[in-house]
């Protein structure tokens, strides 16, 4: 097995890296603090490709392979995770489904401007009460002929106020459960589409996360993606490419909060030495920077079954639940590391430590990741 990155892999990694130094870096303690959408510096990640990576070039995106994806997620996270996760859902969730399960008419309308960054999108499944859940949906999408009319709400939105196109699963069908749910594209703009309150989050406080309200809005049925009954198959597909997302954010922001904490305690001074040469410091060092290779190849793994046309169902679920996990563990360690310091906002890793427990929660819980997990470890 060969863990050597490519030339254009290392070549897409420096440049991310570069960027997030550059373009990200400056004001984004600024934009936490003010829960800011980081309007200019998504603008200029459609331009260098990164919102539309694993697209086609001839729909605008960058035809690049998964492990790219990774390694540009990673690096964006490791400065601000509230631009990653943007990156990732117009990635993973909208691109992806659309490129994926869309009509050729669908990816000329949308695609294209999706992938450049004229436009970004965002996944819609999560409501009051059905979060991973996806058959407990209550929005309802009723046939009417030529469209649908849409009813319901949906909660914790991703770029629910700066998105132009949204992917809204509903029901169709209850009688057939599962197999009765629909994927619709609905446009901004739509009557009846109606943007609830934006959420106080506790982290990635940078990204619009926000309540969409459908009152009878009025959907063309040429907007369903695949066939009727489709949806909750998209959802399950299209979560489980999240998935790969989501580690790789978490990833990064471990990786960040590390190598602050590495640097300061190579800088800090206590009892007439540098802390990192004292054992109790040294000893955190080395647990932190084992997990995050570890989670790091569980990441590079699953981005390999995808790449390699495998079921990546488990790595995926696998990656993401330790990543996370992982990432909460090395984003405390790191405040702790720099004691006092770490408990103000100068110095980024508390932020870094907010925007880590999101990690645990979205693209399907720790928990729901475990299911996922077990039932493919316990099948006989």
């Given at each position: ?59 605008g995106g960058g035809g690049m392979d998964t492990i790219s994806y990774v390694l540009a997620m990673e ?306």
């Amino acid at each position: 097995m060969d863990f050597n990155l490519t030339e254009e892999h290392i070549m897409i990694r420096d440049a991310a890296r570069e960027f997030a130094k550059t373009e990200l870096l400056p004001g984004v303690i600024e934009r936490d603090d003010k829960q800011e959408f980081p309007t200019e510096q998504i603008k200029k990640m459609g331009e260098l490709g990164f919102l539309g990576m694993m697209v086609e070039p001839k729909y605008g995106g960058g035809g690049m392979d998964t492990i790219s994806y990774v390694l540009a997620m990673e690096e964006i996270s490791k400065v601000d995770a509230s631009c990653s996760v943007v990156m990732s859902v117009n990635n993973s969730l909208v691109c992806w489904g659309i490129e994926t399960y869309g009509t050729e008419e669908q990816k000329q309308k949308y695609l294209t401007r999706l992938a450049t960054g004229e436009i970004i999108g965002a996944f819609c499944l999560s409501e009051p009460e059905a979060g991973s859940d996806a058959t407990s949906q209550k929005t309802t999408a009723i046939d009417k002929g030529d469209h649908y009319i849409l009813n319901g709400t949906k909660n914790w939105i991703t770029n629910g106020s700066t998105a132009s196109v949204y992917l809204v699963i509903a029901q169709t069908d209850v009688e057939k459960g599962h197999k009765g749910i629909n994927v619709l594209i609905v446009e901004k703009g739509m009557p009846g589409f109606e943007l609830g309150p934006k959420e106080n989050k506790l982290g990635i406080r940078g990204s619009d996360t926000h309540s969409l309200l459908f009152t009878d809005v009025k959907v063309p049925k040429e907007n369903r993606i695949g066939e009727d009954g489709f949806g909750f198959k998209f959802a399950m597909k299209t979560l489980a490419g999240g998935r790969i997302g989501i580690a790789s954010q978490a990833l990064g922001i471990a990786s960040g909060a590390y190598e602050l904490a590495l640097q300061y305690s190579k800088e800090r001074k206590a009892f007439g030495k540098e802390i990192s040469r004292h054992q109790a410091i040294a000893f955190k060092l080395a647990d932190m920077a084992t997990e995050i290779e570890a989670a790091r190849h569980l990441c590079m793994k699953a981005a390999w079954d995808k790449d390699q046309h495998a079921n990546y169902d488990l790595s995926g679920a696998m990656a993401k639940l330790y990543a996370a996990d992982m990432a909460m563990r090395v984003t405390v360690e790191a405040v702790q590391i720099h004691g006092g310091y770490g408990f103000v906002k100068e110095y980024h890793v508390e932020r870094m430590m907010r925007d880590a427990k999101i990690t645990q929660i979205y693209e399907g819980t720790s928990e729901i990741q475990k299911i996922v997990i077990s039932r493919s470890v316990l099948k006989d």
